[in-house]
């Protein structure tokens, strides 16, 4: 077991003063501000209007051909308060001019068939171009401090905005002139700047050859500024991984997926042929308009032939046909297409191995000394790592594993009881293949302790154990599993369309499985693998869902064998256990805490599901999700809570009412879509009236700070204050205000921001490989008042058995199949203590003589709820592991044209009142479709 976990971030070292950089610096003039917004405007008519110019593409032609250029800075189309870029010295107006000028080309409208349009746009493009000439930029000097930063009122350090971007530029500047040697190769590295930081990227990309095919990667880094809650000093986080390329002859992109496209380009300018520093991001897809390939309007790539004649610069065609020659370079020219997993599989897995990763940050803290150092280690806050969970192994004794069998039946059969609260289990299998549907039976079977049996000739199974009661019915789903049909008209809504489809093929699956009024069944579903459905929009699975709420079942989906990989046995126990936990039946095991927390603790999780309109049904649509979990109740110890009925429902009713909501949500007759700040204090009200709704006994609130941040400002670490909770627009109170035994754990992942940091457990010494190691960790010097830990959890077995010490970008001889390994990389999931019973709480409420809370012990009830008997450890504790789960039934339907609400094929789903011995159903020739239920 290792001792220590070392995460891969820094912070500026207190020893070595100000980090110092002296930059030229110009601001967008105020007057091609306003000329070129005239002109921009000129394509939003009758649209919202834009508050700033779209500068992020005139940003990378700069950065790709400008010499000098460090970084640019963000919101400077808005205003001319931000410095809009920072080179090393001044660029002749003569080099910014042309690139100037390609940008502005691009900001009217396309085509016009009003001859007056047209002539108003030419003038005013005239007028913006006659502007470049007339009004150069003005340079000035500015010293910049990349340490700078101020602590906020609860003692986190927030750096100067300008660091976001120019300190992960500065450092990727200082590793992209040091090559990295590993195992006697020198890897070269160029930099791509990303909305968050930069990442570099090895260059040329190496090679792996396995039989006759060839496969390319390339090394990846990446450099974020991030801070950490109470932490006095700011981080920057640097992660490791693999970038591949897309080479298969023609490469496939599916209907409406685009792809990214890295160019490697010189510069366009004679007699400057200077070393390449960075490759510039473009990204592809289809243009329905054009009936073909093309460059989005963010792409640099369809400017560079404006400004280099003499080379060619490849085409979107081109690109997907002849990846390889593209990747290795025409004419001074390079561009590779990033593989994605919707291109199919690549010969590289992706990942690297706790070694390869130790060796590249010890590069990188090597190149960022003296400036930065290494945050210290972490070691163990909790001695106990895990919860009371059963053994995994099996025993020696075949009597002793017989009696853990029973014992994990027992308590599958006890999860269902509860959740259920007695009624019959139902569980209808639509297949599509016959050996899907027997390893599905099999696996209930396995799951409950079921005999198995052949059941009767329709397809009907029935079981009674004990207290449980279970009802099997297996059908062919047969055309219920096709494509869409999607009938689009001109001058209506795709999203209109497709909302009509969906209730057209849920109404029908409503049918099929039969009304069930009283009980909330499960549904297994058997579907084709989503690269069947090439039309965008046409795979049915949302359909089915709705169609299976519509009929009270919860639904799960399983793929055909052929459309999947992994055995059918594996996956049908997978879904299986994914079926029971949307019906609730996952109780949390047994806490080891030493019983320094209460018994009756509650967890109540909150999380924010935002669909957009590019979602599976393309309709826009919010919903604040929370759960609460009593693992003691012995009836239905997971709830949702109904915002509309105002009470707590068991978990499988929440998801069914998730869907009803969706499908029939009226209109909002005219009105205008909700303010950014309006749907902020919605959210807002309803999280103070759910802490009103758990006053009554001790509670952990879960939330996670990046899904939330957005709709409770309070919760960005500027803001947090230990054992105080913010609500915008107000000043901080006391915690304890909203309930006495409240407890507030905020969790962070990596997300796509890289807000925690790489990690791996160092050996004891130089020869013994680093590795993984599961447990709560925290800063030496954090003592017992610390609030902020990480969390880590092992490798699981479907990670196999890849070695620590196995290295990717450059093979060992030894293992020279390296590459295509899957590397495991667990995150750090951080755990910030924002509330508990501390001293300074309970004195400030009066209630000196209470023992207090060890911010770690609440840590560890967290932490400990991320592992589960019937599950591979969590992403994030169960109870928001559910709660993030429930966005699944989030899936709104756009309303038909001229109707204030929608006739939902989804019906209500009613309060619990069948009796133990209902019916599993109705024959589907005698049920009544839930759309003719709810007709109005």
Not at 588 to 608: G, I, V
Request: with cysteine; glycine share 8%; aromatic share 6%.
């Amino acid at each position: 077991m290792y001792r220590l976990i070392s995460t891969t971030a820094y912070e500026p070292d207190p020893s070595a003063g100000p980090w110092t950089e002296r930059y030229r610096v110009i601001s967008f003039p105020e007057e091609w501000r306003e000329e070129f917004m005239g002109l921009y405007r000129l394509r939003w008519r009758r649209r919202e209007q834009p508050v700033g110019l779209p500068i992020s593409k005139l940003n990378d032609l700069l950065r790709a051909t400008a010499p000098g250029l460090v970084a640019t800075g963000r919101g400077a189309g808005a205003g001319t308060e931000v410095p809009w870029f920072y080179a090393l010295e001044d660029m002749p107006a003569e080099l910014v001019a042309p690139l100037l000028a390609s940008w502005v080309m691009t900001l009217p409208p396309g085509a016009e068939r009003d001859p007056d349009h047209t002539a108003d746009h030419r003038a005013a493009l005239d007028r913006a171009l006659a502007l470049i000439d007339d009004h150069s930029p003005r340079w000035r000097q500015e010293s910049v401090d990349l340490t700078a930063a101020e602590l906020s009122p609860g003692g986190t350090a927030q750096p100067d905005r300008r660091l976001y971007h120019l300190l992960p530029e500065q450092i990727g500047a200082r590793l992209a002139a040091r090559p990295l040697h590993l195992n006697g190769v020198d890897l070269s590295f160029r930099l791509a700047t990303r909305d968050q930081g930069v990442e570099l990227v090895s260059w040329p990309p190496r090679t792996y050859t396995r039989g006759k095919r060839v496969w390319y990667y390339s090394g990846l880094v990446t450099v974020t500024v991030q801070t950490v809650p109470f932490a006095p000093r700011f981080r920057v986080h640097v992660s490791y991984g693999v970038r591949r390329w897309a080479t298969g002859a023609p490469v496939h992109l599916p209907e409406g997926r685009g792809a990214t496209v890295l160019l490697d380009a010189p510069h366009p300018w004679p007699g400057l042929d200077g070393p390449r520093m960075r490759l510039t991001a473009n990204s592809l897809a289809y243009d329905r308009r054009l009936g073909m390939l093309a460059w989005n309007r963010h792409s640099l790539v369809d400017l560079l032939p404006e400004l280099d004649v003499l080379r060619a610069y490849p085409k979107p065609a081109e690109l997907t046909t002849e990846p390889v020659d593209w990747l290795e370079g025409r004419d001074g020219v390079a561009a590779g297409i990033l593989h994605s997993t919707a291109m199919g599989p690549h010969g590289v897995g992706a990942g690297l191995m706790p070694l390869e990763r130790s060796l590249l940050d010890r590069w990188v803290e090597k190149c960022l000394r003296p400036v930065l150092r290494r945050v210290p280690d972490l070691e163990r806050a909790h001695r106990k790592s895990k919860p009371a969970l059963r053994p995994t192994s099996k025993a020696k004794d075949p009597e002793e594993q017989e009696t853990r069998s029973r014992q994990r039946v027992q308590a599958r059969q006890d999860a269902v009881h509860a959740a259920l609260d007695g009624q019959p289990l139902m569980v209808d299998v639509l297949w599509q293949t016959e050996e899907t549907r027997d390893e599905l039976v099999a696996a209930l079977c396995e799951w409950l302790g079921l005999p198995a049996g052949p059941g009767r000739a329709d397809g009907y199974h029935e079981w009674r154990v004990g207290d449980l009661h279970v009802m099997l019915r297996t059908q062919p789903l047969q055309t219920l599993g096709a494509s869409l049909e999607i009938a689009r008209e001109p001058g209506r809504p795709r999203a209109q369309a497709l909302a009509e489809a969906v209730r057209e093929r849920a109404a029908r699956m409503a049918v099929r499985l039969g009304a069930r009024p009283g009980t909330v069944g499960l549904a297994v579903v058997e579907t084709l693998g989503p690269d069947r459905f090439s039309a965008q929009g046409s795979d049915p699975k949302s359909a089915l869902r709705h169609g299976c709420a519509s009929a009270h079942r919860v639904s799960q989906f399983i793929v055909v064998p052929e459309d999947a990989d992994g055995a059918v046995a594996l996956r049908a126990r997978s879904a299986l256990a994914d079926g029971m936990r949307q019906l609730g039946a996952v109780i949390p095991p047994d806490q080891r805490l030493d019983e320094e927390l209460p018994a009756d603790l509650q967890y109540l999780a909150l999380w924010h599901v935002r669909r957009q309109a590019n979602g599976p049904t393309r309709q826009a649509g919010q919903h604040l999700v929370a759960l609460r979990i009593r693992p003691r109740d012995p009836v239905h110890p997971v709830r949702g809570w109904d915002d509309t009925r105002k009470e707590w429902v068991p978990y499988a009713r929440l998801l069914l009412t998730l869907a009803v909501d969706g499908a029939a949500a009226p209109t909002r007759s005219g009105r205008p879509a909700p303010t950014a700040d309006e749907r902020r204090y919605e959210v807002e009200r309803r999280i103070r009236s759910l802490l009103y709704q758990v006053r009554d006994r001790p509670t952990l609130l879960l939330a996670s700070s990046a899904n939330l941040r957005e709709a409770w400002p309070g919760l960005n670490n500027g803001q947090l204050i230990t054992d105080m909770i913010t609500f915008d627009g107000e000043p901080p109170v006391r915690l304890a205000l909203h309930g006495a035994d409240l407890r507030v754990v905020l969790l962070r992942d990596a997300n796509s921001r890289g807000e925690t940091p790489q990690w791996y457990a160092p050996g004891e010494t130089e020869e013994e490989t680093p590795g993984f190691s599961a447990g709560l960790w925290a800063a030496r010097d954090g003592g017992r008042d610390a609030r902020v830990f990480v969390s880590t959890v092992g490798k699981p077995p479907a990670a196999g058995t890849v070695r620590r010490d196995l290295r990717k970008l450059v093979p060992d001889a030894n293992w020279p199949h390296g590459p295509a390994a899957t590397a495991w990389n667990p995150q750090a999931l951080e755990l910030t203590v924002l509330g508990c019973l501390s001293e300074a709480s309970l004195a400030a409420s009066g209630r000196a003589g209470t023992l207090p809370d060890r911010p770690a012990v609440v840590a560890a009830a967290a932490h400990q709820l991320r592992f589960h008997d019937e599950y591979h450890p969590l992403a994030r504790p169960l109870p928001l592991h559910l709660a993030k789960l429930a966005e699944e039934y989030v899936l709104p339907l756009a309303t038909a044209p001229g109707s204030t609400k929608v006739s939902a094929p989804v019906s209500t789903p009613a309060p619990v009142s069948a009796p133990a011995s209902a019916p599993i159903s109705a024959p589907a020739s005698s049920a009544t479709p839930a759309a003719e239920e709810h007709t109005e």
